[in-house]
Every structure is written in structure tokens, then in C-alpha cells.
T-cell receptor
Framework: AQSVTQLDSHVSVSEGTPVLLRCNYS??????LFWYVQHPNKGLQLLLK??????LVKGINGFEAEFKKSETSFHLTKPSAHMSDAAEYFC????????????FGSGTQLTVLP | NAGVTQTPKFQVLKTGQSMTLQCAQD?????MSWYRQDPGMGLRLIHY???????DQGEVPNGYNVSRSTTEDFPLRLLSAAPSQTSVYFC????????????FGEGSRLTVL
């Protein structure tokens, strides 16, 4: 069975400082992992995905995530936060890679302070 | 580039009323789905479709009905609304079933009184 845990429900950073959003997963197989972002009153947008290729995955808007099998983690990072990064972020896991078998985390709300 | 379009954006219903949430995509995607988003719970799959004429249940299908007569459209019907169905509903599509790369609409916020 697959599951995902986002370790922080809220994260606050100052503009220009690094961002770290933490995600741990549980999977019986070699999982596919995703990060989605949701800006206020908008739908979710894919930031990046891991599908068993390179363990360091680069996404849009300067975000990246590293797949660490030994730690069952897929943390999202960005070197320097921008005000426009304020949003809710969802970590998503799929054992099969199938769209109908995605398990979403409960989300991390990122606040960026001026 | 419209992408995935949902209507209405907001709706208030009384308990027992029925309604349909509309979803249309213009990307010729095979796969379409409906999710509900509740605070602190992430997104949960209601129903999905892998092509015209083919639908199936997701994690939380009770109280909802879907059909897919065309590739473009995937409406979600609430048969008899209940307060527990107060939520934000998202329609999402994908080129194929075997990818988790979903394209989402902007959501429909439903309140059932």
C-alpha cells in the first residue's frame, strides 16, 4: 500500500532565503513521486516528477527534489524564495505510476515574508 | 489555450437538491477525473474515465454520478446533496492513464446547507 506524509502543515520563510518542504512516502514498489503547487483559488499545477530516472529532479520556477530511497523521502527545495512562491504544495505518490492511483499528501502551506 | 474548464466556480445548494458540475478539456486527453479537496485531507478521487463511454469509481464515489459521452466532457452529478458534500471539487485530465501528470481545472466550490 502507498502513503505519503508531509511533515509540516505550514512553513514560513523570508524572501531570498532557502525553502525546504518535507515529504516522506511509503510504497511497496518503486514509486513515482510528484510535487504539485496550488496558488490561491487556482487548480493544482505539476512542479516536478520522479519516475526512476535521475534521483535529483529539477522542476519549474527553480524548484528541485531529491529522491532518497534509504530515507523514503522526497523533499522539495528552492535556494531562494520569491514572494510568488507563496502557495500550498502537495506531495503525491503512486506505486504504479497510474493516474487513477495517486495518493495526495495533506499539503504544506508556504508563506513568504517580505 | 483553455486547458481544463470547470463551471460553475461557486454553488450553494440545499440538502436534497441535485446539480451537475461541468468539466471540459480541449487537449484531447484520454483520462479525466474528479477529485474533492477538504481541509487537511489532500485530494481524494471520486470517479474517473479512461475514454468516452468508460467510467469507474475512485476512493469516494458515493452520492456522485458521472458519464463520458465525448472525449472533451466529463460532468459530475450530485444526486441528492448532503452537507457532507460541501467541498471544493477539481476536474483533472491527463494524456494517458499511465502518467501521473494531471492538468487541473480551477475548481468548483460547493456549499450544501
Amino acid at each position: 500500500a502507498q502513503s505519503v506524509t508531509q511533515l509540516d502543515s505550514h512553513v514560513s520563510v523570508s524572501e531570498g532565503t532557502p525553502v525546504l518542504l518535507r515529504c516522506n512516502y511509503s510504497s511497496s514498489y518503486s514509486p513515482s513521486l510528484f510535487w504539485y503547487v496550488q496558488h490561491p483559488n487556482k487548480g493544482l499545477q505539476l512542479l516536478l516528477k520522479y519516475t526512476s530516472a535521475a534521483t535529483l529532479v529539477k522542476g519549474i520556477n527553480g524548484f528541485e527534489a531529491e529522491f532518497k530511497k534509504s530515507e523514503t523521502s522526497f523533499h522539495l527545495t528552492k535556494p531562494s524564495a520569491h514572494m510568488s512562491d507563496a502557495a500550498e504544495y502537495f506531495c503525491v505518490v503512486s506505486d504504479s505510476g497510474s493516474a487513477r492511483q495517486l495518493t495526495f499528501g495533506s499539503g504544506t502551506q508556504l508563506t513568504v515574508l517580505p | 489555450n483553455a486547458g481544463v474548464t470547470q463551471t460553475p466556480k461557486f454553488q450553494v445548494l440545499k440538502t436534497g437538491q441535485s446539480m451537475t458540475l461541468q468539466c471540459a478539456q480541449d487537449m484531447n486527453h484520454e483520462y479525466m477525473s474528479w477529485y474533492r479537496q477538504d481541509p487537511g485531507m489532500g485530494l481524494r478521487l471520486i470517479h474517473y474515465s479512461v475514454g468516452a463511454g468508460i467510467t469507474d469509481q475512485g476512493e469516494v464515489p458515493n452520492g456522485y454520478n458521472v458519464s463520458r459521452s465525448t472525449t472533451e466532457d466529463f460532468p459530475l452529478r450530485l444526486l441528492s446533496a448532503a452537507p457532507s458534500q460541501t467541498s471544493v471539487y477539481f476536474c483533472a485530465s491527463s494524456r494517458r492513464l499511465d502518467t501521473g501528470e494531471l492538468f487541473f481545472g480551477e475548481g468548483s466550490r460547493l456549499t450544501v446547507l
